[in-house]
């Protein structure tokens, strides 16, 4: 009997214990919710007019059909094809609820709201009821570069861009993180720039998009106090991932803008190859592999303005993935060089954890001293 009495008071304590818990978790997520609530209700009275407009999850629902046009989707949501009330296409972002990921899209919401330039994407409005939640954004016809790049499943004709046309996008994506960086009345770090974030209008004008895992600080403030890594795999500078290699700033975009002009130089040569993030076999070796061999002999490649402007690109490239953040170039000088002759750029130290049977030498100039 005594046997019984105690399983049953065990019993019980059990129970109580799971309610307890059970009780404390949906406090804890209701006091979140709230304090995001909060959070938002802050933003749009600190913004004022200047706010994008906020939209009910109804009419998010109408403006895309009810979710009938699918554009794409990516870890944190996906993207349908919308219709405004005037007639303006958009591209509704509407994310996924199993991710709490509150935080990324309210500061998506904030960083973009910041911006103003021809290379950053526009936010249009938002959506944010309880767990639905939504991004407006201007809509972009031409997709993501990334299409452009790596041509699976798509005919020459669909994907086919000369390489004039790369070097303009890769210069817009260039004066969008220039104006990113020191632009803003508030600097903003981007943390995942790569071909599926850039947005192309219909006239193939690039857009930087995706602010989720930006980070805003002050101007005059040049490192980043930051906990975790934040990214995609193959862009992420050294840094981000392991403090021994240097302080978190703005130059940690320089590095993941260095991989994709890289693979936006190499467009042609890509056809069969996975992305980057993809491929243990294609990053980091077999990517030094391939673009160190080809300025190996630079003086017998320079046979056209086609090829020297891909050339251009891959060396400013291996400038921006130097694995030390001070060896990198700050984007305004990316773009002088972008800009500048071939001949005045520096031949760019070979990475630490590149093959070392791949030693090139070349007679380019190298009075151009490199700008941190």
């Not at 906020?54 to 949501?77: A, C, H, P, V, W």
Request: hydrophobic share 35%; glycine share 6%.
């Amino acid at each position: 009997m005594h046997a019984g009495v105690s399983l049953g008071v065990l019993g019980l304590v059990i129970s109580f214990i799971v309610i307890f818990c059970v009780t404390r978790q949906c406090r804890l997520r209701y006091v979140d919710q709230e304090s995001n609530n909060q959070n938002v209700e802050k933003f749009l009275l600190a913004h004022g007019s200047l706010a994008p407009k906020r939209y009910s999850y109804n009419e998010i629902k109408k403006m895309t059909n009810s979710f009938k046009d699918k554009l794409g989707q990516g870890g944190y949501g996906i993207v349908y094809k919308g219709e405004l009330p005037d007639g303006q296409l958009v591209a509704v972002k509407v994310l996924t609820e199993i991710h709490e990921n509150a935080e990324e899209f309210i500061n998506e919401v904030a960083s973009i709201s910041r911006t103003s330039h021809v290379n950053i994407v526009n936010l249009l409005g938002f959506c944010y009821q309880s767990k639905k939640r939504a991004l407006v954004y201007e809509f972009m016809p031409n997709k993501s570069l990334d299409k452009f790049i790596y041509k699976r499943g798509l005919t020459d004709s669909e994907c086919s861009l000369e390489m004039d046309k790369l070097y303009e996008i890769a210069l817009g994506v260039a004066r969008g993180l220039e104006y990113l960086h020191r632009g803003c009345n508030t600097r903003i770090v981007h943390f995942d720039i790569k071909p599926q974030n850039i947005l192309l209008d219909e006239d193939f004008c690039p857009k930087i998009s995706d602010f989720g895992l930006a980070k805003l600080f002050k101007q005059k403030q040049s490192i980043i106090s930051m906990f975790g890594t934040r990214g995609t795999i193959g862009y992420i500078a050294p840094e981000v991932f392991s403090r021994n290699f240097g302080v978190v700033s703005h130059k940690s975009d320089v590095y993941s803008y260095g991989m994709m002009l890289i693979e936006i130089a190499e467009a042609g040569k890509l056809v069969e190859i996975e992305p980057i993030q993809s491929s243990e076999n294609y990053f980091p070796e077999k990517i030094y592999e391939h673009v160190l061999l080809k300025v190996k002999n630079l003086d017998d490649l320079l046979t056209d303005e086609k090829e020297e402007t891909e050339i251009k690109m891959v060396m400013v490239g291996l400038w921006c993935i130097q694995t030390a953040p001070s060896d990198r170039p700050a984007m305004s000088k990316v773009l002088e060089m972008l800009e500048g002759s071939l001949q005045s750029i520096q031949i760019p130290p070979k990475p630490f954890f590149s093959s070392p049977k791949l030693q090139f030498s070349s007679s380019i100039n190298t009075d151009t001293e490199n700008s941190t």
